[in-house]
């Protein structure tokens, strides 16, 4: 199995949590029959080379499924991509359904870009009129897909969306006058390019956050990071229920992932530690491509960051009874459900 994560260049987020979270699953199952042998590859914050080693592991080393961790552009020549290359794939960041005509070969364990738009409009709209949110975005990869999904949830509302676009140069310049006259702000995207601008927030105002934040980001917010929400997995949010077999080791992971990182995992960690069970379980029965694809397509997965419902026509799996909004508390303390 080959992970593919951006653990050097500039591209965020970070693949360090993923790599974190897929090296606890290999030592924790070194004895697991089949046992799966992981190979990670740092792309470099590079969509050419995220390009370039996915042809090479799928086409040259022949790997027998691959985990995308990295930022991409989920269009149509990249799924044409993964239809030629005959394994199964899996994304552990936000893409859109990816399922195609009888199923395809990539599986989402993200939520989509669009189950993250319905949440976060869902809880601003209880606190503010929408037609005065304003959706801030940088463009990057991530920033464009969390952008598109908030414009056509927002219009199907009826609501027409309020965008400025900024660069990591400008954003600073830009942002601080109109978050100074903003109650609802939405920051697509990994908010790196925002953060200085968005410490100036103050009371009144409500900072909504990508899916991808990391703790180190949303803490960078300082004394805005209170007035900040970001969705999220409920089992890596602070006291959550620990009753019964799955919640139990959802508990464990949490606990053992920041014995090993030294701070609580992400959800997209939490993700990427699903993506090896998953393949280990698919795996059990045999590991040829097809018949590891159909039997992930064609069942239900308690993994530690949700319970994953896949189908022919659904590959998007994360179940959104499992996602709610999280709020900061400490750099080294799990997240806290709002």
């Known amino acids: ?40 590859v740092d792309v470099g914050g590079s969509p050419s080379k995220t390009a370039l080693e996915f042809r090479r592991e799928a086409v040259e080393a022949r790997a027998d499924a691959i985990i995308v961790g990295a930022a991409v552009d989920y269009d149509d020549a990249f799924a ?27 599986f989402a364990l993200a939520p989509t870009p669009a189950q993250l738009a319905r949440l976060v409009l869902d809880d601003a709209a209880q606190h503010a009129v929408l037609a005065s949110a304003l959706v801030v975005s940088d463009e990057s990869t991530t920033a464009i897909a969390d952008r598109i999904a908030l414009v056509k949830e927002l219009a199907r509302r009826q609501v027409k969306a309020n965008v400025v676009t900024v660069t ?12 100074a006259t903003t109650s609802i702000v939405f920051l697509a995207g990994t908010p790196r390019s925002y953060l200085e601008a968005a410490r100036t927030v103050t009371t009144g105002t409500t900072v909504y956050l990508s899916y991808l934040s990391e703790l180190g980001d ?3 917010l300082r004394e805005a990071a209170a007035l900040a929400l970001w969705p999220g997995s409920r089992w890596i949010a602070a006291g959550a229920a620990a009753s019964g077999g799955s919640a139990i080791a959802r508990a464990a992971f949490v606990q053992s992932y920041a014995d090993r990182a030294g701070g609580p995992p992400t959800s997209v960690a939490a993700s990427a530690y699903d993506a090896l069970a998953l393949l280990s379980s698919a795996a059990a029965d045999g590991i040829d491509p097809v018949g590891v694809r159909d039997r992930i397509q064609s069942r ?30 400490a750099l080294r303390s799990p997240p806290a459900a709002r």
């Open 1 to 40: 199995m080959t992970a593919l994560l951006d653990l050097s260049g500039s591209r965020a987020p970070g693949g360090g949590p993923q790599r974190d979270a897929l090296q606890l699953w290999a030592d924790q199952h070194t004895s697991a029959t089949p046992r799966l042998k992981l190979k990670i």
């Open 168 to 179: 990591p140069a400008d954003a600073t310049q830009t942002l601080r006058p109109l978050l």
């Open 300 to 329: 239900t997965f308690a993994g530690v960051a949700t319970t994953y419902t896949f189908s022919p026509s659904r590959h998007a799996g994360f179940n959104t009874g499992d996602l709610l909004l999280l709020r900061y508390v």
């Open 80 to 106: 044409n991509f993964i239809q030629l290359a005959q394994v199964p794939v899996l994304f552990t960041l936000a893409i859109q359904e990816p399922a195609s005509r009888g199923g395809g070969w990539a």
């Open 218 to 220: 949303v803490g960078d």
